[in-house]
Each structure stands twice: as C-alpha cells, then as structure tokens.
C-alpha cells in the first residue's frame, strides 16, 4: 500500500496539498479563496507562459519575413485542427479523485494508462501532420512554394508531439494532486529560453556578425525548447524530488501491469468526447473568423485583435476553472458532497464577479484596450462600436468556460459534448450568420451573434450545474477510484 503524501512534498503555495480525511474538507470562504488563487497562480503562470511562446514564434517570423508568417499560419490552422485530439485534458478527472480517495497507487497507475492510449491517439495525428502540404493542396492553397514552407514548419513540429504529451500528462498528474511547482517552475523557463534561442538562431547575433538560419531556426527551436521543458520537469520533479512517488503503482513505474483493457476502455469513454468537444470549439471558431473574413478589411482586422483580448481575459480565467475542478475532484474522490458542491459555489462566483469587472472595463475603455494592437483611429474607431457585445462575448464566453469545469472534474464529458454542440453549432454559428446576413454586416452583428451562443451554453451548463445531485457523482468518483462507498463520517452507506 503506498503512503499518504509526505509534508516534504507539499507545494509552498498551497496549506493542504494532502489528501482529506474523512469529515466536511470545506473550511470556509476566506480559506477556500485562498487556495483558489494559489492553484490559479500555477495555472496562470503555465498557461501565459505557453501564449507567449506562440506569441514570440509568430513576432521572429513577422520579423523574417510575410511569406514565412502565412506559411506559419496556414500549417498552424491545419495542425491544431488535428492537434485537438491530443488535448482531451481527462486525466486531472482521474488523478485527482483517486487521490483524493487515497487510493495513490491508483492514481500513478491512471497516469500510465493516460500515457498508452494517447499514444495510440497520437499515431494519427502524426500521419495527419505529414500530408500537411497534400491537405492544403486539396483545400485550394495554390501556391506551391508556401504550401511547402507549411508542411516543413509542420514536420518539424510534429517531432514535438511526444515531448508536449508527455508534459502535459505528467503536469496534469501533479496539478491534479495541487502540486503546481512543476508546472509553474519550468514553464517560464521554457518561455524564456524560446525567446533567447530564437532571436539568436532565427533573426542572428548583429555584433557577432551572424544572420541567423531565419525560417526554418523557428520550429526547430519551439521542438527543441518543448523536450527541454520536459527533461528539465522530469530531471527536477520527478528525479530529483521524487514527487512522483507517493502515487507509484503497484509494481513500480516501468512496468503496465495496471493498463488493463477495463482502464483504458473507462479512460476512453471520457477523453474521446473531451477530445471532440475541443475540436468542436476549434471548428467553430474557425467558421465564425470565415464569417468576419467576408466584412470589410477594417473588421477582421479588429476582429483578430479583439479575439486576442477575450484570450487574454480567457487565460486566467480558464486557470481559476482548474483550480475549482482540481479542488473539486479531490472533494468528490473524498465523498465530501457538501464541500464539493460548496467550493464549486465559491469558485463559480469568485469568478462572475472577476467576469462582470473584466466586461466593465471593455465598456469603459475599448479605445484603450484597441490601441494595443493598433494605433490606426479608424480601428479604434471600430473598437469602441463594438465595446457592448464584445464586453457581452468576453462575459458570456468565459462564463461557459468555467462552467463548463464543473461537470468535466465529475467525468461528465459526453453531456459537455452534448451542451457544447448545441452551444456551438445550434445557437452561436447559426446566430452569426442571421445577425451578418439578416441584420448589418459589420462586426456588431458578428458579435452579437457570437454572445448569443455563448448565452445560450452558459445557460445550458448553468442548469446543468444548479441540477447536479453531488451525492451521485461522489459515489462515481469513488467507483472510478476503485474505493468502497463510504460517508464523509467514514460510515458504510451500503
């Protein structure tokens, strides 16, 4: 039987990394506040971490030259298109009920079945990724000299995927258990060597008199500063601090004796729809930017940097999501129904009341927020003519989105689909087209539709939520961690 968690390993920002014993883990508002944000500070750091590494990629190439950009953004809208099916983030739903059920070794165990049926996931789309050049043929990309830049900056990225999904799963299992270090300790890292590496190789080092390898530096550089960002979490976490070992399986970490067909098939029936619900939003969003793509030059313009804006506000509140699923998790693998469903209340308000502030502030100062992408007063013009559904969209999104969190930490990925489907493709793309094509072809319209969606599905995921009978899914939580029913007073309920 593996031990409880050591107070050695517990994470600086957080008072109560271990797993709870039995008895009500909701310790009141203030304390539940706090912990919130420690989590959401590690989530933050990861998550902003990652934005600029992209954000950094797309600056050295703008900088070496347009064609490279377009070739850049033509692979990176094919790849993640596929790419999606790698990001199906179930296994938080796993880890951290197990551990929260103190059944640890099941917890590591969850980890290596993660790890055996995303490889198998991976095989296509790795496939996918090499006919990048014959996919964007087929798609009416005519010109041949930018559809082969495409597919190489998508063949030397596709040498990445092993090294993003292993540093994904493992950081995902240590977030699960509320230890953030490694997430948040090696991402800025990882950010910060990009950069250097790729000034250096992509644009050159004036006064030393060398130019550079210009395009094909870029993605080398992003593959080779994702593996180092895995050996560095992997070298320090798991080598060094060996935080992996209070959830080591039962026969230790080489060996999958605990990947039976039961596991992968349960771990399965979660991620493929997790996975298509991500690869429904992507979709979606794809077709509303070809909506705007037919407005005026002036809109889509605006209408990329205000998508830019609303990712902003998205990133640090998907983080506190992940802290109020990470937390919730664990309270159901504990069988504490009361606190999970109080700390969901907590979470879910803390984060209407930084949602409302945020649409205010979009309100109040489009003109501002619009002059840091341009300085063009035609543009900030359009800003401020769509300051109330833009602050409509950046609300109502970012509102599905952490609510969205609630049923994903209790396994209820089909019904995510479900909602998120009809979200999507029942209300917002259908709403977009009738705003643009019934109503005013301008941004307005494009907005107004979009938030309507938005509405729409937080609705659907708000009643979902107000809905759920949390005795059941703790009692799910315990039969996915393998854990006999018991009440929070220890008592058998059977």
């Known amino acids: 039987t593996t031990a409880m968690p050591s107070a050695e390993l517990e994470d600086p920002l957080l008072e109560d990394p271990v797993p709870p014993k039995p008895g009500s883990t909701f310790k009141g508002v203030a304390v539940e506040l706090k912990e919130l944000g420690a989590l959401t500070a590690g ?272 990133t640090f509140i998907g983080s506190l999501g992940g802290a109020v699923s990470t937390k919730l998790g664990i309270r159901l693998g504990a069988n504490d129904a009361a606190g999970a469903k109080k700390g969901v209340y907590v979470g879910l308000g803390l984060a209407l009341a930084i949602l409302a502030a945020l649409a205010l502030v979009v309100v109040a100062i489009p003109r501002e927020l619009g002059s840091i992408f341009t300085s063009d007063p035609t543009l900030l013009d359009v800003f401020e003519k769509i300051r109330v559904p833009l602050a409509t969209t950046v609300f109502t999104m970012n509102a599905a989105v952490v609510f969205e969190r609630v049923p994903m930490a209790m396994g209820r990925t089909r019904a995510v689909l479900i909602l998120g489907f009809a979200g999507s493709w029942v209300g917002q793309v259908p709403a977009v087209l009738l705003c643009v094509n019934f109503w005013k072809r301008d941004l307005v319209a494009v907005y107004t539709g979009v938030s309507i969606g938005y509405a729409l599905l937080t609705l659907l995921l708000g009643s979902l939520v107000l809905s759920t009978d949390y005795d059941k899914y703790a009692k799910e939580a315990r039969d996915r961690s393998e854990m006999p029913a018991t009440s929070v007073n220890g008592d058998d309920d059977a």
């Open 43 to 314: 989530f933050f750091v990861s998550s902003v971490s990652w934005v600029i590494m992209k954000t950094t990629d797309t600056a050295l190439l703008g900088h070496v030259g347009t064609r490279y950009l377009d070739a850049s953004a033509l692979s990176d809208l094919y790849t993640q298109s596929t790419g999606v099916f790698i990001q199906g983030r179930v296994l938080g739903i796993f880890v951290s009920q197990a551990y929260g059920a103190g059944n640890y070794a099941l917890a590591g165990a969850w980890l290596q079945t993660s790890y055996v049926v995303l490889a198998v996931v991976a095989l296509p789309v790795v496939a996918a990724w090499s006919c990048t050049g014959l996919a964007l043929r087929l798609f009416g990309v005519d010109d041949a000299t930018l559809r082969n830049d495409a597919a190489f900056y998508a063949w030397v990225l596709m040498a990445c995927i092993p090294a993003r999904v292993g540093f994904s799963q493992l950081t995902q299992f240590f977030s699960a258990q509320k230890l953030m270090r490694p997430s948040y300790a090696t991402a800025p890292v990882a950010m910060v060597l990009n950069l250097v590496l790729g000034l250096a190789l992509v644009l050159g080092v004036p006064f030393l008199g060398f130019d550079g390898f210009g395009f094909p530096a870029c993605p080398a550089v992003t593959s080779g500063v994702e593996f180092f960002q895995l050996a560095l979490v992997v070298y320090l976490f798991c080598y060094r601090e060996r935080l992996q070992d209070a959830c080591r399986p039962d026969g230790g970490w080489l060996r999958l004796d605990n990947v039976t067909r039961e596991r992968c098939v349960a771990y399965a029936k979660l991620y493929v729809p997790a996975a298509l619900s991500i690869a429904s939003d992507f979709w979606r969003v794809a077709a509303i930017g070809a909506v705007a793509a037919t407005l005026s030059k002036d809109d889509l313009g605006v209408f990329n940097a205000s998508y830019r804006i609303m990712w902003i506000c998205l």
